[in-house]
């Protein structure tokens, strides 16, 4: 993730570089040679950290949505200090809508491979999956409504959701290096998420 400072592993290099390849040719479009030549490593020596492909698919899924609901439980945990102030609601709102700004950053090619390959995922981990996300979801409502209380529960979901396609909109944005720099394009994210849901909440 974009907080990490060590250097990855590699399973991780792997799992990087699968992910790129995937988004950018689709699943199919990748076979296990090529990943392993863009980590320096052949084809067969995959099946020592992987058993192939689908279970690469998988990992990467199933694991991004972990760790995004690690990542948005630890941040609540962070603020307990301040939740009962009167800014405290406020600051963890924006400190997960930070969060995942840092994700749709920096982990572009993960949203396009949940958008075209989850279907291809085993029930088991597609299931988890959702469950995962149900889950990230209905931390981020929770918080919501300590921030604007008058939203009612359903239409504070769907801002919530709502908020999300936008953030995660970072594919559709052009090559990293059209942006206008990831500073200015993280704020202009947040003031848009921010004003979606001050927009909820004044209706």
Do not use: C
Not at 134 to 155: D, I
């Amino acid at each position: 993730m974009a907080t990490r400072t060590d250097a990855p592993t590699r399973r991780e290099q792997i799992l990087k570089e699968a992910a790129r390849l995937f988004a950018e040719r689709g699943f199919h479009g990748v076979g296990v040679d090529e990943i392993g030549a863009a980590v320096g490593i052949s084809g067969p020596g995959l099946y020592r950290h992987f058993a192939g492909k689908d279970a690469m698919l998988a990992e990467l899924l199933v694991g991004i949505s972990d760790s995004l609901l690690t990542g948005a439980k630890r941040r609540l945990a962070e603020a307990d200090g301040v939740a009962g102030s009167d800014t405290g609601p406020e600051a963890v709102l924006d400190s997960l809508i930070e969060g995942h700004i840092d994700f749709a950053l920096d982990d572009r090619p993960l949203i396009t491979l949940h958008d075209r390959e989850l279907d291809r995922l085993r029930d088991a981990d597609r299931k988890m999956v959702r469950q995962l996300q149900r889950q990230y979801v209905e931390l981020w409502v929770g918080v919501l409504r300590q921030v604007y209380p008058a939203v009612p529960e359903p239409s504070a979901r769907s801002a919530v959701h709502s908020v999300f396609g936008l953030l995660n909109s970072t594919p559709h944005l052009g090559r990293p290096g059209s942006l206008p720099g990831r500073a200015v394009t993280a704020a202009l994210l947040h003031r848009m998420a921010r004003g979606a849901f001050a927009a909820v909440a004044a209706e």
